[in-house]
């Protein structure tokens, strides 16, 4: 039976998230509880909604896509930020985006469906 977490989407975020959180770790004390605490909340809204949206009905589906889609835009916003302050370099930074930009690619594409 094919559920949520088997969805591309859902292991794009997941994934994600896990390097996400490693990343963190080695983030200065100052930004780890601050900067970096809003961005993995960020990425754990994206994953929540794309849960929320596979286990909703029909008609409820959009609404957790269109808040997968607002969180994706502000952890984009967020890993900018981060890049900026050089808490992650060029690399890593452009890995998350093209990351970013794929799952948003996929929730556009996932609520033109319905």
Same mark, same amino acid.
């Given at each position: ?19 996400? *959180? ?5 983030? =200065? %004390?100052?930004?780890?509880? +601050? =900067?970096?605490? &809003? +961005?993995?909340? #960020?990425? =754990?809204?994206?994953?929540? !909604?794309?849960?929320?949206?596979? *286990? !909703? %009905?029909?008609? /409820? ?6 808040? #997968?889609?607002?969180? +994706?835009?502000? !952890?984009?916003?967020?890993? @900018?930020?981060?890049?900026?302050? &050089? ?11 093209? @990351?970013?930009?794929?799952? #948003?690619?996929?929730?556009?594409? /996932?609520? @033109?469906?319905?």
């Amino acid at each position: 039976m094919y559920t949520i977490n088997d969805a591309p989407i859902f292991q794009l975020i997941f994934g994600l998230l896990k390097d996400y *959180h490693t990343l963190r770790g080695k983030f =200065l %004390k100052t930004e780890k509880y +601050t =900067l970096g605490e &809003k +961005t993995e909340d #960020a990425l =754990l809204a994206v994953l929540i !909604a794309v849960v929320e949206a596979g *286990h !909703a %009905k029909k008609e /409820w589906k959009i609404s957790h896509i269109e808040t #997968a889609l607002a969180k +994706t835009e502000l !952890a984009k916003i967020l890993f @900018r930020l981060t890049l900026e302050l &050089k808490s992650m370099n060029e690399k890593q930074y452009l890995n998350v985006q093209s @990351r970013l930009q794929r799952a #948003a690619q996929m929730l556009g594409g /996932w609520r @033109r469906s319905i």
